[in-house]
Each structure stands twice: as structure tokens, then as C-alpha cells.
């Protein structure tokens, strides 16, 4: 697998200034620099909440409390919020990390795995949820 190019802050302010700008689209920044949407729309969100400073790659991945991870997850299962409004809300990198916590915590309700700091009623929900979820699935 090969390793990501990592693009400086300015690189990656740059871009974002120019899709906010309406200088480039999409399609264009994903052509000329290989950006994702996805990326391009965190990167948004991260310049918005901490500024061309968030755009800084330090290298390390950041820590989260499990309490925010979970009251995250909570928040989005339960519809409060779309993923990208969390993950701003809660200062969390992307909506990658947010997708790896709520698929976490899914398969620890299913597998009647303890998840600290959740209200039993929140988990018989996300059960149930998942069991009329998984009615519609075909059989293997």
C-alpha cells in the first residue's frame, strides 16, 4: 500500500480557500491535487472551528475521552445531529473517526458488551434498531 502525500497547512489552506472561493469545484480539486470530497469537507470544517493552525499534521492521531466518544455516537444514532455537525460540535478530526466509534460501539450493544457511560434505555434502543435492521438483510 502505497504512503500518503501529505500536503503543508498552506497547501491544504490553498485548496480550501479555493473552494470556498468558488475558484475551483469538486471535480477540479480532486483532478488537479487528489483530494477526496470527503477530505476537502473535513478540512473545511477543521479550518472553520480551530482556524489554519487545525490544519497542521502533527503525525499523531488525536486522544478522545470515551465519554465523548460515546455521548458522539449517542448524539448522532439517536439523530440529534448529522456526522459532520458532531465532529464539529466535538472538535473530532473526521467523519472517518466518527464512523469507526458509532460501527465500535454498534457491535459492542449486538454482542451485549458492556459500553461505559451509555443509559441501558439507549442500548435496548440501538438493539432494536439494529435487530429490525437486520431482519432486512439477506441471508448468507
Request: with cysteine.
Amino acid at each position: 500500500m502505497g504512503k500518503k502525500n501529505r500536503l503543508s497547512a498552506e497547501e491544504k489552506f490553498k485548496i480550501v480557500n479555493a473552494y470556498r472561493s468558488g475558484a475551483e469545484g469538486k471535480a477540479s480539486i480532486r483532478v488537479k491535487y487528489g483530494v477526496a470530497w470527503s477530505t476537502l469537507r473535513d478540512w473545511i470544517r477543521i479550518y472553520e472551528t480551530r482556524g489554519v493552525t487545525g490544519l497542521i499534521s502533527y503525525g499523531k492521531s488525536k486522544r478522545y475521552s470515551p465519554e465523548t466518544k460515546v455521548k458522539a455516537v449517542e448524539e448522532y444514532l439517536v439523530g440529534k445531529w448529522s456526522q459532520s455537525d458532531i465532529c464539529r460540535k466535538y472538535d473530532i478530526s473526521s467523519t472517518a473517526v466518527l464512523r469507526k466509534w458509532i460501527d465500535g460501539i454498534i457491535i459492542m450493544v449486538i454482542s451485549n458488551k458492556q459500553v461505559i457511560g451509555v443509559s441501558f434505555t439507549w442500548l435496548k434502543v440501538v438493539k432494536q434498531q439494529w435487530m429490525s435492521v437486520e431482519k432486512l438483510l439477506p441471508i448468507a
